[in-house]
């Protein structure tokens, strides 16, 4: 299922690690599914309750299917500095 763990805004949240990239579902249970299964729904109203911010749950309404992010890895900074570094100044 999930292999990583997403902290937002004290709140953790499952999330798939792939290469290059970390998806974060911001699915919730359904209140109303009273099932053994109960499915997973998108529920923006209850993450602005728990303090997502708003930017965050805009983008999880428009991905396919509703309720994920996907955050690309940064790139290695640590390479930018070391060049910055190496560079004469004038």
Known sequence: MYDRVVTINN????AYRKPG?????LRMFDPDDRSANPRLVFRPEKLRE???P???IEAAAKSDPRGFLLFDDLPDQTQQATGHANQ???
């Open 88 to 90: 004469a100044t004038t």
């Open 21 to 25: 990239a970390t998806l974060v579902d």
């Open 54 to 56: 708003d930017a965050l």
């Open 11 to 14: 709140k953790h949240w499952p």
């Open 50 to 52: 728990l303090g997502i």
